[in-house]
């Protein structure tokens, strides 16, 4: 995919807030710290489009972001931060809920799991809830760059496995350090 354009549209807390740009949107899900911003700036070839942190949890608002006037990429807040309060657990489900549930223009919601690891219980929980609402629009096994080939294909199959993803839901091995995966990544958002 050839990047033309990527800029920063908005950050939402509510619907109020949401953009009306009249472009289909498709959302990034994963735990906290799982890769989320860097993988987004490694699909728009930009280092600092969307602000990466090493502290888990930083991200507290829907970020919008409009890619070749085509398509916006949504960078959701992460989930499962053990180390935030409950009551901010919560209000995350209460507030993803909403805009997964209201928002239109939402075409699907490409979740993020760590290849390194096998998927936590919370991953196995939204990706349960988002094949059961039809928004999975498939799974990016990121941070590939961290195994040789022969682990990252035995990693990605018990991702596989663990999710009991259909043989049809994409799943992609990525890294934003080596760009392993950006096309099929581009492929499967498209």
Known sequence: MIIRSAEFVTSAV??????????PE???AGR?????SSLINNLVNRKKLVKTSSVPGKTRTINFFRINEMVCFVDLPGYGYTRLPES????WRK??????RTRAELKGVIQLIDLRHPPTA???RVNLWLRETGLLGGVIAVKADKLSRHR?????????????????????????????GREAAWDVIL
């Open 14 to 23: 509510d619907p109020a807030g949401y953009p009306d740009t009249g472009l």
């Open 122 to 124: 919370m991953d196995l």
């Open 32 to 36: 906290s710290n799982v890769g989320k």
């Open 26 to 28: 498709v959302a990034f």
């Open 88 to 91: 901010v657990n919560l209000a």
């Open 95 to 100: 507030f993803m809920d909403r805009y997964f």
């Open 152 to 180: 990252q294909q035995r990693s990605a199959a018990g991702i596989r496995k663990d999710l009991e993803l259909d043989p049809e839901c994409p799943l992609v091995v990525h890294s934003s350090q080596t760009g392993q």
